[in-house]
Nanobody, 117 residues
Framework: QVQLVESGGGLVQAGGSLRLSCAASGGTFSIYDMGWFRQAAGKEREFVGHRWSSGSTYYSDSVKGRFTISRDNAKNTVYLQMNSLKPEDTAVYYC???????????WGQGTQVTVSS
């Protein structure tokens, strides 16, 4: 059983940056593929990006070029660096973990990001 805890959310002005962290425990972190999702108020959860255990990454068009996912296996942590933030990036951000193909198996509790205009 893997537990995921996000941190680093907060209030930032448009154009600013934030780095979210997702700390994992209870499993062999390095073998998991990690994803980031977000959910704005009144909207469905949206895919943000994914980093495979191999190091490859994939991002949604809405964040490509602005957001970067990295991971530190020694710290069992995955990061979401968010630059050039826009008000439409305001949402609760979640990290998730999975092994291989299929759906994500584990989810964090989320961290709120608010971008003011």
């Amino acid at each position: 059983q893997v537990q995921l805890v996000e941190s680093g959310g907060g209030l930032v002005q448009a154009g600013g940056s934030l780095r979210l962290s997702c700390a994992a425990s209870g499993g062999t972190f390095s073998i998991y593929d990690m994803g980031w999702f977000r959910q704005a108020a009144g909207k469905e959860r949206e895919f943000v990006g994914h980093r495979w255990s191999s190091g490859s990454t994939y991002y949604s068009d809405s964040v490509k070029g602005r957001f970067t996912i990295s991971r530190d296996n020694a710290k069992n942590t995955v990061y979401l660096q968010m630059n050039s933030l826009k008000p439409e990036d305001t949402a609760v951000y979640y990290c998730a973990a999975k092994l291989g193909a299929g759906s994500y198996d584990y989810w964090g509790q989320g961290t709120q990001v608010t971008v003011s205009s």
